[in-house]
């Protein structure tokens, strides 16, 4: 492997060459990454303005789904993001519940970013690092913008304590959130007691709580994080929410039809995150209508949309590819600025239209 250092993506430069090839392990991810927690928010916020402003393509996820492991599934996320990113590319990322009771993470990714200018890819990068960075920088960006005209969140309860559950509570602490009390649940009270010591561990100054049940949570926090792998919805109850609290909804699936319509509804994309079973489809199968849906994030950035404060506030964030690519790109650019990409020789060896 050598390395390369300076970015491929020319999209206007002629005549077209063929870029090289870089292979990023997640170690580097991480090293870059790491401590950067409020650049990523504001790479999220500016991905969502240009995918608003229409400057992007992000075509329906495809479920790749086992008849007989019924709870696996691989997800495809092909996209484009244009203004100041521009790359193309697809994120193949994997959910194997089963891998826990095996010791390993339930997910895995890679990322491919492609040229804009030749259509080949130039990168290959792992990406359960990269997906649980852009959840929680999305996650992290809700709750400061939803929070905004009305009493600032003092407590918060996680409701499944994984990967993305830590990676939320590591955004929102880096970008200047302080909790008096810290709520956890889990139905495997292992990882709620784990998921505490981590907390511990991090110096938090907050009261830690591993609640017994999801009603104690709910009711105890002012800010609520679903994190959990549930298929379908399994929180019913409307007067658990009744103190009006600011939920992130990140794992789409916990909340029954009946919350959401006693709430104000803020989505990532409308068109994205009703489908695929989500509690937000099932309204609007439901209801018939996309009515009950207030707007996206990137509608209450802008100022179009002003979330009121008597009643709960519900972020349901699909998940987009154009996240993903834009701090994949991120990462690109930065190993290629520090000549620290390792780039493959010859990984494209037919380049001769006729030999």
């Known amino acids: ?56 393509v992000n075509p329906p996820s495809y479920f790749l789904r086992f008849p007989d492991r019924p709870t696996a599934r691989i997800i495809a996320l092909p996209a484009s993001i244009g203004g100041d990113i521009g790359v193309d590319g697809i994120k193949w990322v994997s959910s194997f519940p089963d891998n826990v ?39 992290a960006a809700a709750a400061d913008w939803l929070s905004r005209g009305r009493r600032r969140p003092r407590s918060i309860g996680f409701f499944g304590v994984g990967l993305i559950a830590r990676y939320i509570h590591t ?34 100054p907050a009261r830690v709580t591993v609640h017994n049940g999801p009603e104690q949570l709910i009711r105890n926090s002012d800010l ?55 509690s937000a489809h099932l309204v609007e199968q439901m209801a018939g ?15 179009k949309v002003s979330p009121a404060d008597d009643r709960p506030i519900v972020f349901s964030p699909f998940g987009l590819g154009v996240l993903d690519l834009a701090v994949g790109k991120y990462i690109y650019d930065e190993l290629a600025r520090s000549g620290q990409l390792g780039v493959i020789d010859d990984f494209f060896s037919e380049l001769r239209r006729y030999g």
Not at 183 to 201: C, H, M, P, Q, T
Not at 289 to 303: C, H, I, K, S, Y
């Open 224 to 278: 609520v994080v679903f994190a959990t792998i549930a298929g379908q919805p399994h929180v019913h109850e409307v007067a658990w929410f009744d103190h009006n609290p600011l939920v992130l909804h990140v794992s789409l699936r916990d909340l029954a039809p009946e919350i959401l319509l006693a709430s104000t509804n803020i989505l990532d994309d409308v068109d994205h995150c009703l489908k695929a079973e989500t």
């Open 289 to 303: 209508n996309r009515d009950f849906v207030d707007g996206t994030l990137a509608d209450v950035m802008e100022g």
């Open 171 to 204: 955004f929102l602490d880096a970008t200047g959130w302080t909790f008096d009390d810290i709520g956890v649940f889990d139905l495997s009270g292992e990882s709620a007691e784990g998921f505490k010591g981590y907390l511990e561990r991090s110096g938090t």
């Open 101 to 139: 009771t095996s010791g390993i993470p339930r997910a895995s990714a890679v990322l491919i970013l492609n040229d804009p200018a030749t259509g080949y890819p130039f990168a290959c990068m792992e990406s359960s690092i990269i997906s649980a960075s852009r959840t929680a920088a999305s996650a």
């Open 1 to 56: 492997m050598t390395e390369f250092a300076t970015s491929p993506v020319t999209a206007t430069a002629e005549p077209k060459t063929v870029p090289p090839f870089a292979v990023i392990p997640g170690a580097q991810v991480q090293e870059v990454l790491s401590g950067r927690e409020k650049q990523l928010v504001e790479l999220v916020e500016q991905t969502y303005r240009t995918h608003a402003a229409g400057d992007s």
